[in-house]
């Protein structure tokens, strides 16, 4: 099993900043990519960043010099810094990592786990 736990989403004003955090654990052999999703309300999930096992990152038009992701492959984290928000930033945030899971045969499975989502709201 691989779970991602996502935490710092919250309500905030237009042009303040908040930090995304998401940890990964359970029987992990190692991480390739791992990124941030987002769904607003009647739209479909979209990309928001995402980040190499490496550090090369690649961030949605929408969001480019106002997001910074980062992570730390010691601790299996991936982080987002969302600065200057906007109201348009407002959904639900998930985590996302491509990770290799160990199984009990001793052989691993390439997978896709997601986090559970944390709200971002931001207000005019």
């Known amino acids: 099993q691989v779970q991602l736990v996502e935490s710092g989403g919250g309500l905030v004003q237009a042009g303040g900043s908040l930090r995304l955090s998401c940890a990964a654990s359970g029987s992990i052999f190692a991480i390739n990519d791992m990124g941030w999703y987002r769904q607003a309300p009647g739209e479909q999930r979209e990309l928001v960043a995402s980040i190499t096992r490496g550090g090369t990152s690649n961030y949605a038009d929408s969001v480019k010099g106002r997001f910074t992701i980062s992570r730390d492959n010691a601790n299996k984290s991936v982080y987002l810094q969302m600065n200057n928000l906007k109201p348009e930033d407002t959904a639900v945030y998930y985590c996302?990592?491509?990770?290799?899971?160990?199984?009990?045969?001793?052989?691993?499975?390439?997978?896709?786990?997601w986090g559970q989502g944390t709200l971002v709201t931001v207000s005019s």
């Open positions: 996302n990592a491509k990770v290799f899971e160990k199984l009990g045969s001793g052989n691993t499975r390439y997978r896709e786990a």
